[in-house]
């Protein structure tokens, strides 16, 4: 039986970062690099507060958010040999849920339907293996975990780490 | 620690079976009973072929379903004992989403956000207990499994069976 990976889509399959200093230069002038977040919390990643909420709420947030670099070449890869599931922290907002299932159809139509989790928490998710990039979703997860790098996440070491898809292949491709 | 319990909504908090014959006798003119769905598969339940997906794919169908009755206080009561999570399979009807996620803050909006789940299939779902009207998913859980009863299913004997919310608190509520 094939191992089963479960796939975050926020900062993970989806450039939440980019996406969120595009807004963010749009809505109030300031432009900032991936660099300038490194280290910060996803609260005080920008100047002005409760940003992240505001924009997760809005609408076209998810529907419009760019896809990470590499990560449908790898996904597609990675099917062959796993069987992978798509789980998403979705519930929070709401509007979110159409949009991400939208988004998921126009760029990885090749996971189907039944392979789509929408969840508040991920406590209850039991998969072989889980790639997230937010510790509150590793830390709990009783499985192995790989913690995909995003600025919140740089300064912890306690989960094996890949800076890019390229680099999940070269950790679970092989196998 | 709590014990955990995963119950489903279509079939379990959700009166389906209810509205489908309400939605069949507004559009086809003809009233079935509960009775006369007995032991049919949700397929062939009404002469009309096709229109479980029909109904179930248009708008307004998941959020005009009647609650179960009794579902409210009985998940409430569970609540004092157990953790809930509500796990419905709602992603095959994208539409349904945003439905079923102001209808569950409408009738229980004393679950948060955080224990609410939308997925395909239910395969990597692990909780303790699973409460469900659908062979496929109770049929592949590790937890405990409850069925609740549905036309669907009254002729299978292989999972503990409630007919109603009373039963499942007399099995749940007094450990």
Chains 1, 2 share one sequence.
Not at 18 to 29: E, K
Not at 94 to 107: G, I
Not at 127 to 148: A, C, P, R, W, Y
Request: aromatic share 14%; charged share 30%.
């Amino acid at each position: 039986m094939k191992k089963s990976i479960a796939i975050d889509m926020d900062g993970v399959l989806a450039d939440v970062e980019a996406h969120f200093i595009t807004w963010y230069h749009r809505d109030y002038g300031q432009k900032f690099t991936k660099k300038d977040l490194l280290g910060k919390t996803e609260e005080n990643a920008f100047p002005k507060k409760g940003m992240v909420k505001k924009f997760a709420s809005s609408e076209n947030f998810f529907r419009s958010v760019p896809v990470m670099k590499g990560a449908i070449e790898a996904v597609k890869e990675l099917q062959k040999t796993y069987d992978i599931y798509i789980v998403s922290a979705a519930m929070e907002f709401p509007q979110s849920l159409v949009e991400k299932r939208a988004w998921l159809d126009q760029y990885f139509p090749f996971i189907e339907w039944k392979k789509i989790i929408f969840c508040g928490d991920k406590s209850i998710i039991n998969t072989d293996i889980m790639i997230d990039d937010h510790l509150k979703n590793l830390d709990h997860f009783k499985g192995e975990t790989l913690m995909f790098s995003a600025f919140h996440n740089v300064n912890f070491t306690h989960h094996k780490r890949a800076d890019n898809w390229q680099e999940v292949l070269n950790i679970l491709g092989s196998r």
